[in-house]
């Protein structure tokens, strides 16, 4: 028996507004079967004495700590600019907002 139906396919590429052909209708909903029975099988599998993980291999942070450093002043970032104003970057206008 399927796990999942042609009209069911026909829907859910309506649904996700998807035009398909019969063709690819019936084509994916074998694909998709197929999927939803390896699926089913592994769901099968007993699992009871296996603990729950997020990762097979422990993983370790290779990251530095955070450390407060001296950063530029205001004058400084801007000094690169091609145009600033009362201490910011200036940008051009964007979505036809007021300035």
Known sequence: MSAISRS???HLARLARIDMTDEELDRM???????LDAVAQVASV????VP????PVPLTN??????V????????ALAGAPASEDGRFR????LGEEA
Do not use: C, K, M, N
């Open 91 to 94: 940008v051009p206008q964007i």
């Open 46 to 49: 007993v699992t009871d004495d």
């Open 8 to 10: 069911e396919v026909e």
């Open 29 to 35: 909903a074998g694909q998709l079967d197929a999927v």
């Open 62 to 67: 290779v990251t530095r700590p955070d450390v």
């Open 52 to 55: 729950a993980t997020s990762h």
């Open 69 to 76: 450093r001296p950063g530029l002043t205001a004058e400084e």
